[in-house]
Structure formats: structure tokens, C-alpha cells
Nanobody, 120 residues
Framework: QVQLVESGGGLVQAGGSLRLSCAASGRILSINAMNWYRQTPGKQRELVAVITSGGSTNYADFVKGRFTISRDNAKNTVSLQMNSLKPEDTAVYYC??????????????WGQGTQVTVSS
């Protein structure tokens, strides 16, 4: 089994910064893409940032230039540095990873989520 555990959420004022981290553990042979999503009440979960195993990144337009995703393949971790935070960034942030743990295909795993609240 594979577990993803996020940390680093909290309360911050608008314009401030937070860094989220996510660690994958368990039976891991390989990790493909690692992603961050977010969700607010009544809305669908939305993709925030993606990083491939090779380090290529992609961002949602609403975070470009403010958020930076990174990963440490040796430690099976992914981070999200969030700068210039806005009240509209308030959400539960979820870590997602495509993991090869057995068999021949990658499966999607999710963390439990971490709350980020940005006050105006």
C-alpha cells in the first residue's frame, strides 16, 4: 500500500507565503507525475501544478508566477512553494501521485489534504 501525507498548511495573511510538502511512503517502485490540487466547498477539485519524474512542470493560470512545484525523487517528496497568496487561494490542498507499487501500471494515490487559509 502507498500513503501520501501532506504538511505545511495553515493561516497566512494576503501577500504572504506558505510551503506545502507531501511525502509518499509504502511499497513504491517508481513515481511518475506528482501533482497538487485544491478544492473549496461546493466546487470541483482543480489542478494547481504538475511535475513529472523528469522535472518538467506545468501550472494553472491562476497560480503562474506565484507558486513553484518541486520534487525530490530520492525522498519521494513533492513541495509547493506558494508566494503572494491571495484570499481566493483559500482551499484544501491535496497531493496526488501516480505510483508503481506492484503489477505493471501506475495507480493514482491521494493525500488527506491540508487546509490553506489566506486572510485579507
Amino acid at each position: 500500500q502507498v500513503q501520501l501525507v501532506e504538511s505545511g498548511g495553515g493561516l497566512v495573511q494576503a501577500g504572504g507565503s506558505l510551503r506545502l510538502s507531501c511525502a509518499a511512503s509504502g511499497r513504491i517502485l517508481s513515481i511518475n507525475a506528482m501533482n497538487w490540487y485544491r478544492q473549496t466547498p461546493g466546487k470541483q477539485r482543480e489542478l494547481v501544478a504538475v511535475i513529472t519524474s523528469g522535472g518538467s512542470t506545468n501550472y494553472a493560470d491562476f497560480v503562474k508566477g506565484r507558486f513553484t512545484i518541486s520534487r525530490d525523487n530520492a525522498k519521494n517528496t513533492v513541495s509547493l512553494q506558494m508566494n503572494s497568496l491571495k484570499p481566493e487561494d483559500t482551499a484544501v490542498y491535496y497531493c496526488n501521485a501516480y505510483v508503481l507499487s506492484s503489477g505493471s501500471w501506475y495507480q493514482s494515490y491521494w493525500g488527506q489534504g491540508t487546509q490553506v487559509t489566506v486572510s485579507s
